[in-house]
C-alpha cells in the first residue's frame, strides 16, 4: 500500500504558474507509473499527465500540453506538476495518483490515490 500526500495548491491568477508535489511513502516508488488528475466542481475526474516508471515517458491531456510539466525523482519518492500558463479552466482539485504498472495513461491502472490539493486560477 502507498500513501500519497499532494501539496502546492493554492490561488493564482491567470497567467501565473504553480508547482504541486505529491510524496509517496510505503510502496516501492521507482517502480510504478505516476499520474496527476483534476476534478472540477461537477465534472469528472480527468486526466492530466503521466510519468512512466523511470521518467522515460510522458504523457498529457491535450488540454495542458505545452503548460504542463510532470516529472518525478525516484531518491526522494516523489512527482511534481509544474503548471504554467494557468487558465481560469485549470481551477480544480488535483489528485495525485500511482499507477499498477511501470507505464500508463489509463485511468483504470491508478489505484491509489491522493486526498488531493485545490487550485484556483482567478480571471
Known amino acids: 500500500q502507498v500513501q500519497l500526500v499532494e501539496s502546492g495548491g493554492g490561488l493564482v491568477q491567470a497567467g501565473g504558474s504553480l508547482r504541486l508535489s505529491c510524496a509517496a511513502s510505503?510502496?516501492?516508488?521507482?517502480?510504478?507509473?505516476m499520474g496527476w488528475f483534476r476534478q472540477a466542481p461537477g465534472k469528472e475526474r480527468e486526466f492530466v499527465a503521466a510519468i512512466g516508471w523511470n521518467g522515460g515517458l510522458t504523457h498529457y491531456a491535450d488540454s495542458v500540453k505545452g503548460r504542463f510539466t510532470i516529472s518525478r525523482d525516484n531518491a526522494k519518492n516523489m512527482v511534481y506538476l509544474q503548471m504554467n500558463s494557468l487558465k481560469p479552466e485549470d481551477t480544480a482539485v488535483y489528485y495525485c495518483?500511482?499507477?499498477?504498472?511501470?507505464?500508463?495513461?489509463?485511468?483504470?491502472?491508478?489505484?491509489?490515490w491522493g486526498q488531493g490539493t485545490q487550485v484556483t486560477v482567478s480571471s
Open positions: 510505503g510502496r516501492t516508488f521507482s517502480s510504478y507509473a
Open positions: 495518483a500511482q499507477a499498477n504498472r511501470g507505464n500508463s495513461d489509463y485511468e483504470a491502472d491508478f489505484g491509489s
